[in-house]
T-cell receptor, first 115, second 112 residues
Framework: EPEVTQTPSHQVTQMGQEVILRCVPISNHLYFYWYRQILGQKVEFLVSFYNNEISEKSEIFDDQFSVERPDGSNFTLKIRSTKLEDSAMYFC?????????????FGPGTRLTVL | AQSVTQLGSHVSVSEGALVLLRCNYSSSVPPYLFWYVQYPNQGLQLLLKYTSAATLVKGINGFEAEFKKSETSFHLTKPSAHMSDAAEYFCAVYNQGGKLIFGQGTELSVKP
């Protein structure tokens, strides 16, 4: 069964460093998303991406964040200068159809720890 | 603004007992509602979704949920809990732009 994959599963970085979280969405999907979950808190939407453009972004997704689809398979989230409060589980998701009532398929997540 | 509230961050049931996980929503438009499950070290998996076709929605693994507009609720139930149901459960509502808004999550424990 096709699935969303994410690498690495765990990333440890120093405050101020850049990190890139990688995702491989399901191959025929056209809509891509990033969410994050700070330990003990809700899963929060960060950004949605379609047709090589950001469709929607949350207040969390400030200038320190960027997303890219560098080739036909990968979808990345970059944090330019990490802060302690960026420590969280980051989930990538994708959907085949427009994201109204249609399922978003989630990856297993990358746990980011900022020291 | 749309939101969901899950009542109870932790629910514990005995194996074979009824599972009831509560979710209330707030929405100014007819909502699309989802229940996701997260097993340890795995991603979120869709259990079921409400898209206005039917108020009683059946999902995977024997779970179902009933949409009650008058109560703004979308509670998740399963008649008989299995040990394998132990996981974290998230209720979510769809918002514009592809955004899912999640509740706090409810951790379900199943005792033998």
């Amino acid at each position: 069964e096709p699935e969303v994959t994410q690498t690495p599963s765990h990333q440890v970085t120093q405050m101020g460093q850049e990190v890139i979280l990688r995702c491989v969405p399901i191959s025929n999907h056209l809509y891509f998303y990033w969410y994050r979950q700070i330990l003990g808190q809700k899963v929060e939407f960060l950004v949605s991406f379609y047709n090589n453009e950001i469709s929607e972004k949350s207040e969390i997704f400030d200038d320190q964040f960027s997303v890219e689809r560098p080739d036909g398979s990968n979808f990345t989230l970059k944090i330019r200068s990490t802060k302690l409060e960026d420590s969280a589980m980051y989930f990538c998701a994708s959907s085949e159809l427009p994201p109204t009532a249609n399922e978003q398929f989630f990856g297993p997540g990358t746990r980011l720890t900022v020291l | 603004a749309q939101s969901v509230t899950q009542l109870g961050s932790h629910v514990s049931v005995s194996e074979g007992a009824l599972v009831l996980l509560r979710c209330n929503y707030s929405s100014s438009v007819p909502p699309y509602l989802f229940w996701y499950v997260q097993y340890p070290n795995q991603g979120l998996q869709l259990l079921l979704k409400y898209t206005s076709a039917a108020t009683l929605v059946k999902g995977i693994n024997g779970f179902e949920a009933e949409f009650k507009k008058s109560e703004t609720s979308f509670h998740l139930t399963k008649p008989s809990a299995h040990m394998s149901d132990a996981a974290e459960y998230f209720c979510a509502v769809y918002n514009q732009g592809g955004k899912l808004i999640f509740g706090q999550g409810t951790e379900l424990s199943v005792k033998p």
